[in-house]
């Protein structure tokens, strides 16, 4: 059974900082692609950062700089580490698994609050 389970989201000040981790397990981990998306109410799904199978990096280009995406193929998990956070970081964070445009499967979210 696949299963990616998020942790780490809470509530934060602006300025502060928070790490996500995503365990994975079911599938083989280090074969898969692995993002971070985000959703914050009302509005739509969003990409924020993808690590590959060999471990390059992306990010959406408004958050280059302040968040960073690892993996660890050990553990079967991936991280988000975010710093520098601002009020509109506040969404649902969720984890994704991608081996194929057909092969793709998502975690339930973890909430990460930004606000003084």
């Known amino acids: 059974q696949v299963q990616l389970v998020e942790s780490g989201g809470g509530l934060v000040q602006p300025g502060g900082s928070l790490r996500l981790s995503c365990a994975a397990s079911?599938?083989?981990?280090?074969?898969?692609?692995m993002s971070w998306y985000r959703q914050a109410p009302g509005k739509e799904r969003e990409l924020v950062a993808r690590?590959?199978?060999?471990?390059?990096?992306n990010y959406a280009d408004a958050l280059k700089g302040r968040f960073t995406i690892s993996r660890d193929n050990a553990k079967n998990t991936v991280y988000l580490q975010m710093n520098s956070l601002k009020p509109e970081d506040t969404a649902v964070y969720y984890c994704?698994?991608?081996?194929?445009?057909?092969?793709?499967?998502w975690g339930q979210g973890t909430q990460v609050t930004v606000s003084s």
């Open positions: 690590i590959t199978r060999s471990g390059t990096s």
């Open positions: 994704n698994a991608e081996s194929s445009p057909w092969v793709t499967y």
């Open positions: 079911g599938f083989s981990f280090s074969t898969y692609a």
